[in-house]
C-alpha cells in the first residue's frame, strides 16, 4: 500500500472549502479546483520515499501494473482519478476520440507548438472519456437537446432566439449542427447583439417555473460571467442535468458539456485533451471544438450500476482505460479483493484500514493500515489481494 501526496490543481472556478473540508483542514487561501491522483506527467502523485508515483511505475511496470496492463497501455497507468470542487461553471467543452488524438497532436508537435504554449491544444496523443460521480448535487450541462425541445426553448424567448428556433426547425439531416456552427461561427457585431437580446430575455425568464428556467436561470448566470460569449447563449442547446448524491455520469468522445456546481470524483483515461468552445479565459478553438463534437442527441441519464459479489457498486461504461467502483463499509461489512492491476483507492468518508496480501483478502487477519478521510493510496498489481474492514466509504478505481 503505497500512501500518495496528491497535488491540487487551482483553478479560477474551485472552491476554498470543499477540498479543504474533504482533507480535514482549514479553508485554502485560493481556489482549489482539482485534487489529482495517478500518474499523469503533468502532475503525478507523490509517495513518501520522495519519488512520484509515475517514477516508480516507469522503474518497474510491470510490478507495478502487471505485464498485460503494462503491453496494453505502454506501460503508463490508463486512468486519472481526481476529486472535482466546483463553486463556479467550468468551459463549454469537449474531448476527441482516439484518432483525433493522434492526429491532432502529430500536427502540433511537427508545427513545432510548446507542450505549455497557451494556443496548445492537444497535450497527448490519447482519449479522455471520463466519468462523473457525485459527492454533492451537482449541476451539468451534458450533450444536445432534441432539436424540437430546442426550438421549443427559443421560441419560447422570442426576438432573436426565434431566429434560432426557426433554423432548429427548418429539418434536414443535423438541425442541431447547423444551429450550434451558425451561433459560434457569426460575425463578432451580430454575435454581440444576438447574445445581449437572447440573455437578457433569459434574465427576465429566469423567475418562471416553466420547464427550461433552470436552463435559462444558468445562461443568464453564465452571460453575466463571460460577457459578450456567445457560448452562453449555445449552452440553451445542452441538456442541463442535476445528478444527486452518488449519481454518475459518464462522457464520451464528443460529448459537449460544462460541469455547473457541485462537488465529485471523476475518473478518465490518462488525458488532458480539452476542446474549449467558450466560457473561460483559456484557449478557445472552435473549428477544432466543431471537428470533435457528435450532434445527435441520446437520452442522458444517470450511469447504471451493478453490485458485484463483494458488495461493491460499480458504474458501467464501455471504457477500457477505467472501471469505478464504491464501496460502504460498516459493523460486520467487509469487503475483500484480488488485485489484477493497479488500483487506486480513495477513502471519501469515515476510516477504511486496509490489510495487503492474498491471505488477507482471504479473510485471515493482520496488520491494518489506515486510510483515512480525505487519502488515497495506490495498489501495486504484484501485492496480490486485500481487505477493507472500517465504517465509511471508499471508491475504487482500477482498469476497465
Not at 88 to 107: I, T
Not at 228 to 233: I, P
Not at 343 to 350: F, I, K, T
Request: glycine share 10%; with cysteine; net charge neutral.
Amino acid at each position: 500500500m503505497l500512501l500518495l501526496d496528491n497535488p491540487i490543481q487551482n483553478y479560477a472556478w474551485g472552491s476554498r472549502t470543499s477540498l479543504a473540508a474533504l482533507m480535514g483542514r482549514p479553508p485554502a487561501p485560493r481556489p482549489e479546483a482539482e485534487l489529482w491522483i495517478g500518474a499523469h506527467p503533468k502532475a503525478p502523485s507523490g509517495l513518501s520515499d520522495g519519488r512520484s508515483l509515475l517514477e516508480a511505475i516507469r522503474t518497474d511496470p510491470e510490478d507495478m501494473l502487471s505485464p498485460a496492463i503494462q503491453q496494453k497501455f505502454n506501460g503508463q497507468l490508463p486512468f486519472l482519478l481526481k476529486v472535482l470542487a466546483v463553486e463556479a461553471p467550468l468551459s463549454l467543452q469537449a474531448h476527441p476520440n482516439l484518432e483525433q488524438a493522434a492526429l491532432g497532436f502529430a500536427r502540433e508537435e511537427q508545427a513545432g507548438i510548446p507542450l505549455t504554449a497557451p494556443e496548445r491544444t492537444y497535450k497527448d496523443a490519447n482519449h479522455k472519456p471520463e466519468l462523473l460521480c457525485a459527492l454533492t448535487p451537482f449541476e451539468t450541462l451534458s450533450g444536445f437537446r432534441p432539436a424540437d425541445e430546442a426550438a421549443s426553448l427559443f421560441e419560447s424567448l422570442g426576438g432573436a432566439a426565434a431566429d434560432i428556433a426557426t433554423q432548429l426547425r427548418l429539418g434536414g439531416a443535423e438541425p442541431i449542427k447547423r444551429a450550434f456552427s451558425t451561433l459560434m461561427i457569426l460575425p463578432a457585431e451580430v454575435r454581440a447583439t444576438l447574445t445581449s437580446d437572447v440573455l437578457g430575455r433569459c434574465e427576465r425568464a429566469a423567475t418562471s417555473s416553466g420547464p427550461f428556467s433552470a436552463s435559462m436561470r444558468w445562461a443568464s448566470e453564465l452571460g453575466q460571467r463571460y460577457p459578450g460569449d456567445v457560448g452562453a447563449v449555445a449552452s440553451l442547446l445542452c441538456n442541463h442535468l442535476t445528478l444527486e448524491p452518488l449519481q454518475a455520469i459518464y462522457l464520451e468522445a464528443g460529448r459537449l458539456h460544462a460541469y455547473l456546481r457541485g462537488t465529485g470524483v471523476e475518473i478518465m483515461a490518462n488525458s488532458d485533451n480539452v476542446l474549449r468552445g467558450g466560457l473561460t479565459p483559456k484557449h478557445v478553438d472552435v473549428p477544432e471544438l466543431l471537428n470533435v463534437l457528435r450532434f445527435d442527441s441520446p437520452a442522458v441519464l444517470p450511469t447504471p450500476t451493478r453490485v458485484g459479489v463483494g458488495g461493491d457498486v460499480t458504474y458501467d461504461t464501455p471504457a477500457s482505460e477505467f472501471r469505478l467502483s464504491r464501496i460502504e463499509l460498516g459493523a460486520g461489512r467487509a469487503f475483500v479483493a484480488e488485485v489484477m492491476g493497479p488500483e487506486l483507492l480513495l477513502c471519501v468518508d469515515g476510516q477504511a484500514l486496509v490489510e495487503l496480501g492474498r491471505e488477507q483478502a482471504q479473510g485471515r487477519a493482520s496488520a491494518a493500515r489506515p486510510l483515512r478521510r480525505g487519502q488515497a493510496c495506490f495498489l501495486p498489481a504484484s501485492c496480490g489481494g486485500y481487505r477493507l474492514r472500517g465504517s465509511g466509504r471508499v471508491f475504487r478505481a482500477t482498469a476497465g
